[in-house]
């Protein structure tokens, strides 16, 4: 690459940045719906040319931020695991620890939760391309299950799923394949998971347990602590139900 190219190519990657940054104030502030090239460009104090050249439509913004957003959430889980791994932590603290710093993130980042967690924005489908950034956040959690089954730090499930498997074949393979009974439903078991780990965000980013718990630091331990039993995983009591959780607000 010439240095013109080179020095355009940096131009680029600024501009990306500034419009990027100016689109997730607007998003805090207005939401999605009120994402367009003008208001970026006011917002950060931009070209409208500028903000132009680099997504050529609210569409191509919307995909950026989805998937820096997926992207973020997941490197927070992935790095919270790994230091659990490093201490030698069991399965179920493991889960523990990245579902904490899943949901540090989404009160830390609520416009960006909101954007691939809330409402669907009007008129926009997402492309092909946000996939893999939204597949890291179920792939932390599968090989989190995927080690207990390994190690044997799970108990057989006492209720099968009825009738022939649920599942598509792209889930079984981000588990890495189905497992033998007593296990043969412990994907649909962790699609479970993963979907009470969601909801149980969306209640407390956007306030809906704050009237009936006291405690929604606690009482986020104790639920994943409860949807882990149905996959038949133990998550050990925590020392401190504080550390490595954000308070909501």
């Known amino acids: 690459m010439d240095t013109w190219a ?28 009120g994402l367009s090239a003008a208001a970026v460009a006011r917002a950060g104090g931009l070209a409208l040319a500028d903000v132009e050249a680099v997504f050529p439509h609210r569409d191509a913004l919307l995909t950026a931020l989805i998937v ?6 997941a490197a927070a889980m992935e790095e919270a695991d790994r230091v659990a791994r490093s201490t030698g932590a069991s399965a179920g603290a ?24 809330g409402s669907p924005v009007p008129g926009y489908h ?9 597949s890291r956040t179920p792939a932390v959690l599968a090989g989190i299950v995927r080690s207990a089954l390994e190690g044997g730090e799970l108990t057989p499930p006492r209720r099968v799923v009825p009738g022939p498997p649920l599942l598509r074949p792209e889930a079984v393979a981000l588990f890495g394949g189905a497992p033998e009974a007593p296990f043969s439903d412990l994907v649909e078991r ?9 909801g ?25 602590a409860v949807a882990a039993e149905s996959i038949g995983l133990v998550v050990p009591p925590a020392e401190d139900t504080h550390t490595g959780a954000s308070t909501s607000p």
Do not use: C, M
């Open 126 to 134: 997402a492309p092909q391309e946000t996939v893999p950034a939204a």
């Open 94 to 117: 493991r889960l523990l620890a990245v579902t904490r710093a899943l949901r540090t993130w989404s009160f830390a980042n609520s416009a960006e939760f909101t954007l691939v967690y």
């Open 200 to 224: 149980l965000l969306v209640f407390q980013v956007f306030s809906r347990t704050h009237d009936s718990v006291r405690d929604e630091s606690a009482y986020f331990d104790f639920a994943i």
């Open 68 to 73: 820096d957003a997926y992207d973020g959430s």
């Open 190 to 198: 962790g699609i479970v998971l993963w979907s009470n780990l969601i």
């Open 6 to 33: 080179a020095h355009r190519g940096d131009d680029d990657t600024d501009r990306r940045t500034a419009v990027k940054a100016a689109a997730r104030q607007l998003l805090g502030e207005l939401g999605a719906a």
